[in-house]
T-cell receptor, first 113, second 113 residues
Framework: AQTVTQSQPEMSVQEAETVTLSCTYD???????LFWYKQPPSRQMILVIR??????QNATENRFSVNFQKAAKSFSLKISDSQLGDTAMYFC??????????FGKGTRLSVIA | KAGVTQTPRYLIKTRGQQVTLSCSPI?????VSWYQQTPGQGLQFLFE???????NKGNFPGRFSGRQFSNSRSEMNVSTLELGDSALYLC????????????FGPGTRLTVT
């Protein structure tokens, strides 16, 4: 079974600074998808970024980018120019076609003014 | 396009009662998945429906059941409620079978007293 590990339960960052959230996963599959979801205090789970395992290029969405290291089974999220609205729980998730999402325990990020 | 909607948003029930939660997916999405989120266990997969058929099922007791209607709307039912069923129940929809990318609703907060 696949597992996803987020080793940082809590992190904080100053507004406008850069922060990196870590995620590792365990799988024997070659084709899969990785995601970062954001869950602010409103509880709405929002898809931040996705990465297909077959793509070598790291995904980027505005201020959010990932560092995908397939051999190391590592999938970190970098948030640049952090904003107060980035304060949330961040979940790393793994999936393959026809299987449900497997989530990590989450990292609580606080952006400090 | 409207997002995933869930009703009700908040619910308080007594032990032993049953409850039904509803989820309407994004228009055109045919797959609906349900997840339970608790502080202790994190996000756990309940079940997934596609074209009115249950495709995947998580490791939950038979008190948890669901169904999907021809318009892709889904309901989940929990019978004989226990205190441990208190949780945020999240519904997610995706475009088709096998599509890994899921979009979440705001959740239903269930409190069992």
């Amino acid at each position: 079974a696949q597992t996803v590990t987020q080793s940082q339960p809590e992190m904080s960052v100053q507004e406008a600074e850069t922060v990196t959230l870590s995620c590792t996963y365990d799988t024997s599959e070659n084709n899969y998808y990785l995601f970062w979801y954001k869950q602010p205090p409103s509880r709405q789970m929002i898809l931040v970024i996705r990465q297909e395992a077959y793509k070598q290029q790291n995904a980027t969405e505005n201020r959010f980018s990932v560092n995908f290291q397939k051999a190391a089974k590592s999938f970190s999220l970098k948030i640049s120019d952090s904003q107060l609205g980035d304060t949330a729980m961040y979940f790393c998730a793994f999936s393959r076609d026809n299987t449900p999402l497997v989530f990590g325990k989450g990292t609580r990020l606080s952006v400090i003014a | 396009k409207a997002g995933v909607t869930q009703t009700p948003r908040y619910l308080i029930k007594t032990r032993g009662q049953q409850v039904t939660l509803s989820c309407s997916p994004i228009s055109g999405h045919r797959s609906v998945s349900w997840y339970q989120q608790t502080p202790g266990q994190g996000l756990q997969f309940l079940f997934e429906y596609f074209s009115e058929t249950q495709r995947n099922k998580g490791n939950f007791p038979g008190r948890f059941s669901g169904r999907q209607f021809s318009n892709s709307r889904s309901e989940m039912n929990v019978s004989t409620l226990e205190l441990g069923d208190s949780a945020l129940y999240l519904c997610a929809s995706s475009l088709a079978k096998g599509t890994a990318e899921q979009y979440f609703g705001p959740g239903t907060r269930l409190t069992v007293t």
